[in-house]
C-alpha cells in the first residue's frame, strides 16, 4: 500500500535556530514529491515540487531535497512568520491520467521569537 | 486571477439534510479535486475529475456526490449529512494533461462544514 508518513508531528523551534522535516515514502513507484505550507484556516499552499533522486529546490528559507525513500524540508534560521503546518505529498506512477496524491499527516511548526 | 474560489466558507447543517459545495477555478485547469480533512488524518482525496466530463472515486467517497459542471467548477454534494462529516473541505484544481511539469495542485481557501 502507498504510505507517505511525515516526522516529527510537531517541532518547535528558537528563531533563528535550524531545523529538518522529514517526509518518508513508501510507493510503487514516484512521480512527483511535493510540499505545501498550510496556515490555521487557510488552504495549503504550494511550495515545491521534486521529481528525482538528487533534486534539491530552494525558496527564501527553505530547501527541499530528495532520496529514493525520503524527502527533507529543510529550514534555515527561521522566523516567527515561518510558523505553520507543513505538508508533504507523493503522486504515484499509475496516477499518470490523473495526477492524484497522497498526502502525509503533516509537521506542525512553531518557531518562537 | 482569484485561483480557486470555494463558497460557502462556514456551514452548519442538521443531520440529514443536503447540501452543495461549490468550487470554481479560472486558471483554465483541466483536472479538479475534492478533499476532507480532519485532525490526525491528513488529506483525504473523496472525488476527483480528471477532465470535463469525467469524475472518478477516491479514497472516501461514501456518502457524497460530484458535478463537474463545466471546465471550471466542480461541485460536492451531500444528500443526507451525518456527523461524521463534519470536516474541512478543500477544493483543488491542476492543469494535468499526462504532463510531468504540470502536475501541481493548487488549493481553495475551503470550507468549514459541522453536522450536529
Known amino acids: 500500500e502507498d504510505q507517505v508518513t511525515q516526522s516529527p508531528e510537531a517541532l518547535r523551534l528558537q528563531e533563528g535556530e535550524s531545523s529538518s522535516l522529514n517526509c518518508s515514502y513508501t510507493v510503487s513507484g514516484l512521480r512527483g514529491l511535493f510540499w505545501y505550507r498550510q496556515d490555521p484556516g487557510k488552504g495549503p499552499e504550494f511550495l515545491f515540487t521534486?521529481?528525482?533522486a538528487g533534486e534539491e529546490k530552494e525558496k527564501e528559507r527553505l530547501k527541499a531535497t530528495l532520496t529514493k525513500k525520503e524527502s527533507f524540508l529543510h529550514i534555515t534560521a527561521p522566523k516567527p512568520e515561518d510558523s505553520a503546518t507543513y505538508l508533504c505529498a507523493v503522486q504515484v506512477l499509475g496516477s499518470s491520467n490523473t495526477g492524484k496524491l497522497i498526502f502525509g499527516q503533516g509537521t506542525t511548526l512553531q518557531v518562537k521569537p | 486571477n482569484a485561483g480557486v474560489t470555494q463558497t460557502p466558507k462556514f456551514q452548519v447543517l442538521k443531520t440529514g439534510q443536503s447540501m452543495t459545495l461549490q468550487c470554481a477555478q479560472d486558471?483554465?485547469?483541466?483536472?479538479m479535486y475534492w478533499y476532507r480533512q480532519d485532525p490526525g488524518m491528513g488529506l483525504r482525496l473523496i472525488y476527483y475529475?480528471?477532465?470535463?466530463?469525467?469524475?472518478d472515486k477516491g479514497e472516501v467517497p461514501n456518502g457524497y456526490n460530484v458535478s463537474r459542471l463545466n471546465k471550471r467548477e466542480f461541485s460536492l454534494r451531500l444528500e443526507s449529512a451525518a456527523p461524521s462529516q463534519t470536516s474541512v473541505y478543500f477544493c483543488a484544481s491542476s492543469a494535468y494533461r499526462g504532463v510531468i511539469s504540470q502536475t501541481t495542485q493548487y488549493f481553495g481557501p475551503g470550507t468549514r462544514l459541522t453536522v450536529l
Open positions: 521534486l521529481y528525482s
Open positions: 486558471m483554465n485547469h483541466n483536472s
Open positions: 475529475s480528471a477532465s470535463e466530463g469525467t469524475t
